[in-house]
């Protein structure tokens, strides 16, 4: 879904930065190989988790929600000389795909992967975190929101995908859309906790900053 018309999205991703060209490769291998490739950020998101990344500039980045690496990436390239990335997927079979294009970029040292229900790994990181990136699963939004909170620096960023769920949000909400259902939990969660301030970014499928106090 486009928030804003097409011609107006394809100026504003001419005028942002270049893909750089592993990811271009690995988009390209993603929808050769890959079930749901419409599910990787892509250029323009890719773009901006790089640059919030970098103003951030995180010793340690959280992924709920790796896919095939596309976004670990993007957010690695903020991330300090010794930083460290922990990602998390569910799907073994990305394990390998994952690490082919960790390991052909500058960060394949600092990316640790974790392969499971981010619910269950999540309480075993023995770290706490600069930079948090929320892309799994839609149900368990408020879960994860739950599990990182107390694991979370102080000023540290929290950012949320999907959460205007292609309009969906603001719809009627249809029985056993537990999706829909999550991210109105989730949305009015991030809005309420006192602990953080938020911002929703409406771009591509929604984004939201929150910072710890
Ligand atoms: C939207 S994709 C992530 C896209 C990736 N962040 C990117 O931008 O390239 C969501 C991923 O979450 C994973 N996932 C779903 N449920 C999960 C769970 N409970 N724990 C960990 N990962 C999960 C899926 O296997 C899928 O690869």
Known sequence: ???IPEALDEYVVKHSADEPELLKALTRETYQKILQPRMLSGHY???LLSMLSKLIRPKTILEIGTYTGYS???LAEGMQKDGVLHTIDINEELH???RKYFD???FGAQIHQHTGNALDIIPTLETTFDLVFIDADKPNYPQYFHAIIEKMNPNGIILSDNVLWSGKVIEPLQKND???EALLEYN???KEDTRIETVVLPIRDGLTISRVI
Do not use: P
């Open 96 to 98: 390998d795909f994952q």
């Open 72 to 74: 670990a990436l993007c």
């Open 188 to 190: 009015s969660l991030l």
């Open 178 to 180: 537990v999706s829909t």
């Open 1 to 3: 879904m486009h928030f």
């Open 104 to 106: 052909a970029s500058e």
């Open 45 to 47: 998101q890719g773009r």
